[in-house]
T-cell receptor, first 114, second 113 residues
Framework: GENVEQHPSTLSVQEGDSAVIKCTYS??????FPWYKQELGKGPQLIID?????GEKKDQRIAVTLNKTAKHFSLHITETQPEDSAVYFC?????????????FGKGTHLIIQP | NAGVTQTPKFQVLKTGQSMTLQCAQD?????MYWYRQDPGMGLRLIYY???????DKGEVPNGYNVSRLNKREFSLRLESAAPSQTSVYFC????????????FGSGTRLTVV
């Protein structure tokens, strides 16, 4: 099955700086890569996703890049703000993997220092 | 636009007691999931239901049972709670046929003493 590794487990950045979270996946058949943000006491919320036919996707201060050859994808947050503090999860889904095909990384706790 | 609704939000059980966690979605999604979240372990799949009438085991099914009551509702039952089942439980739904992301509920924080 698919295996997703996520780094770092904790990331502390100064407000206004950029943050980058990286994930690698094992199965080249994976074709869908979502990112989730989980605020304290809440459920994970989808913030951005990318499919294997696209190399980069942006949504305001958030961007995701995908390198299919190296089998890794990254989340980039620019001009970080206090409300960006949260736990972020990456995930990968196997093409045709069925209903259980989404595999999650173990999460990154992003801390924005004022 | 409720999305995925979980009840209860908090629960304390004594070892050996039973309880059912309820989940309902109003997005007409085919697939529903139960995850548990423990510190440092990420999200681990307990059971899932690809469509109404079907259920399958995930990564950590021992000690749990599920029921897909209809397309909207998917419940998780602990028959005899153990301290190792202390966790935060999340229900999610998706329309996996279209490779969509998951929508999560707000979670149930369960403590077994």
């Amino acid at each position: 099955g698919e295996n997703v590794e996520q780094h770092p487990s904790t990331l502390s950045v100064q407000e206004g700086d950029s943050a980058v979270i990286k994930c690698t996946y094992s199965d080249s058949a994976s074709n869908y890569f979502p990112w989730y943000k989980q605020e304290l006491g809440k459920g994970p919320q989808l913030i951005i996703d990318i499919r294997s036919n696209v190399g980069e996707k942006k949504d305001q201060r958030i961007a995701v890049t995908l390198n299919k050859t190296a089998k890794h994808f990254s989340l980039h947050i620019t001009e970080t703000q206090p409300e960006d503090s949260a736990v972020y999860f990456c995930a990968a889904k196997l093409s045709g993997g069925g209903a259980d095909g989404l595999t999650f990384g173990k999460g990154t706790h992003l801390i924005i220092q004022p | 636009n409720a999305g995925v609704t979980q009840t209860p939000k908090f629960q304390v059980l004594k070892t050996g007691q039973s309880m059912t966690l309820q989940c309902a979605q109003d997005m007409n999604h085919n697939s529903m999931y139960w995850y548990r979240q423990d510190p440092g372990m990420g999200l681990r799949l307990i059971y899932y239901s690809a469509s109404e009438g079907t259920t399958d085991k995930g990564e950590v099914p021992n000690g749990y049972n599920v029921s897909r009551l209809n397309k909207r509702e998917f419940s998780l039952r602990l028959e005899s709670a153990a301290p190792s089942q202390t966790s935060v439980y999340f229900c999610a739904s998706s329309d996996y046929d279209r490779d969509g992301g998951y929508t999560f509920g707000s979670g149930t924080r369960l403590t077994v003493v």
